[in-house]
């Protein structure tokens, strides 16, 4: 079963029902719960990276509360989102997952490694940071600066936003936008701007909150990302790693927030062989 012809589920969480989609359903490793980007619902999911996990491990991205096909309104803080995918992966009657955290979902699933430890094994964090991280709360700009470039070229703000603005950042773009793409049936509801905007206000919050103690975290972490990300500066990559005790990083150099899209191949196996330590 590829991405782009799963089958869409859904599950009521608290009153609410929550979609998602699963790969992977008869590979015997621990679940990946996937947390996504601002903006991203589950159709932005990179199918190279959801099957090349799926090919050992059932791994699960889901439309967060407000976003995509799932009902309600989006939280204005990651401790409310963090409130929600807890519930969610709760409901699936799983008692122990590992976090695969991109962007805005790093941010989410370091708020359930530190309030639900015993929910995690594993976590991979890619082109994320810790709350309080440098340029963390000025996203906002560099989002709506690329916004405003995307719709007057007539491309995906992404295209500029994810990926460096040079021949290797733009073919990388090219391929993961077609990606993106391949579903052309059942695909969910596009993303509406108030909750773009609840998830911009999220984001602000959390880089002007207080640092958390991550020294407290004892699960093995895997941090990545590229060397020149934009959106969640590359400092922060850093910094997750001397902050977490058991953690590593990898670093892919001439990349943006977008490094695991353009790095898929090498990403996908060296996140594999994490996961299997």
Do not use: W
């Not at 440098?134 to 560099?142: Q, R």
């Not at 040079?166 to 773009?173: E, L, S, T």
């Not at 990545?224 to 001397?242: A, I």
């Amino acid at each position: 079963m590829s991405l782009k012809n799963v089958k869409t589920q859904s599950i009521n969480v608290g009153g609410t029902d929550f979609y998602y989609r699963k790969l992977g359903e008869d590979k015997p490793g621990l679940p990946i719960i996937f947390l996504n980007h601002l903006t991203a619902t589950m159709d932005d999911c990179d199918p190279k990276i959801m099957e090349g996990f799926a090919s050992e491990h059932p791994i699960i991205c889901f439309d967060n509360r407000g976003i995509g096909s799932t009902g309600g309104v989006t939280p204005k803080n990651v401790a409310e989102m963090a409130t929600d995918a807890i519930a969610f992966i709760k409901a699936l009657g799983y008692q122990k997952v590992d976090l695969f955290g991109f962007s805005l979902g790093g941010f989410i699933s370091q708020e359930i490694l530190l309030r639900e430890p015993q929910l995690v094994r594993k976590v991979i964090l890619a082109g994320t940071g810790p709350a309080g991280g440098a340029g963390i709360s000025k996203m906002t700009p560099v989002v709506i600066k690329d916004v405003i470039k995307g719709n007057f070229t007539f491309r995906n703000p992404k295209f500029y936003l994810f990926f460096n603005s040079n021949a290797d950042g733009h073919k990388a773009a090219k391929s993961y936008l077609k990606r993106i793409k391949e579903r052309k049936e059942n695909r969910g509801e596009k993303l509406k701007m108030k909750h773009l905007t609840h998830q911009l206000e999220a984001i602000k919050a959390y880089g002007l909150q207080a640092p958390q103690d991550l020294s407290v975290i004892t699960q093995a972490v895997l941090v990545v990302n590229g060397d020149n990300d934009k959106m969640v500066p590359s400092s922060n990559s850093y910094e997750l790693k001397n902050r977490i005790k058991n953690s590593e990083i990898i670093i892919y150099k001439d990349a943006g927030h977008g490094s695991i899209f353009q790095n898929h191949e090498d990403f996908v196996k060296k996140a594999l062989e994490f996961l299997a330590k």
